[in-house]
Antibody, heavy 122, light 113 residues
């Protein structure tokens, strides 16, 4: 079974840092673009970042550029999101998602993990 | 960025009746060289992650019931649930993957009347 399991969420103060992880299983991780997508409480979906199969290309939504860093370890079948200088507006459930068909990094997403909640509050 | 706009924001449909959700993109998501529309539909049930239903605007994902169908081209798309079942209560999102950043519609909440 193809599976994505996120971890690392929690409560952090504004300006703080957090590192999210996503463990992949049931498919050849190194063959796929991977992304993080977030959902603020009661709100819609927002793509956050993606990374190419070999890590050579990365892209971010404007609101997190310079603060978040996406990375992957294909040997460990793992995806990461380092989040620095966190703000209240970063509060959301963060989903790890595999790219389906992708064009230049724009993908549809299938499957998704269950998500991990990040709360930025003092 | 391509803006995706869904309508309506919510709708209530009787069991067994048809539900129709519209999605409009601010620019065409039809790639002429492939003649494919880079448009996906997702279903999100309460407390669950989204699940892809449709991609290429009209290709049903494996395992998705055939009461779900997608149509449209260019900038205007529709997700139709031909006969609403109780388990279809969810929020539905469209998403373009024609260009980066990939963007989602605001969501349409489907309830039972």
């Amino acid at each position: 079974e193809e599976q994505l399991v996120e971890s690392g969420g929690g409560l952090v103060q504004p300006g703080g840092s957090l590192r999210l992880s996503c463990a992949a299983s049931g498919f050849t991780f190194s063959r796929y673009w991977m992304s993080w997508v977030r959902q603020a409480p009661g709100k819609g979906l927002e793509w956050v970042a993606n990374i190419k199969q070999d890590g050579s290309e990365k892209d971010y939504v404007d609101s997190v550029k310079g603060r978040f860093t996406i990375s992957r370890d294909n040997a460990k079948n793992s995806l990461y999101l380092q989040m620095n200088s966190l703000r209240a507006e970063d509060t959301a459930v963060y989903y790890c998602a595999r790219g389906g068909y992708c064009t230049g990094g724009a993908c549809y997403f299938d499957p998704w993990g269950q998500g991990t909640l990040v709360t930025v509050s003092s | 960025d391509i803006v995706m706009t869904q309508s309506p924001d919510s709708l209530a449909v009787s069991l067994g009746e048809r539900a129709t959700i519209n999605c409009k993109s601010s620019q065409s998501v039809l790639y002429t060289s492939t003649n494919k529309n880079y448009l996906a539909w997702y279903q999100q049930k309460p407390g669950q992650p989204p699940k892809v239903l449709i991609y290429w605007a009209s290709t049903r994902e494996s395992g998705v019931p055939d009461r779900f169908s997608g149509s449209g081209s260019g900038t205007d798309f529709t997700l139709t649930i031909s006969s609403l079942q109780a388990e279809d209560v969810a929020v539905y999102y469209c998403q373009q993957y024609y260009t980066t950043p990939p963007t989602f519609g605001q969501g349409t909440k489907v309830e039972i009347k």
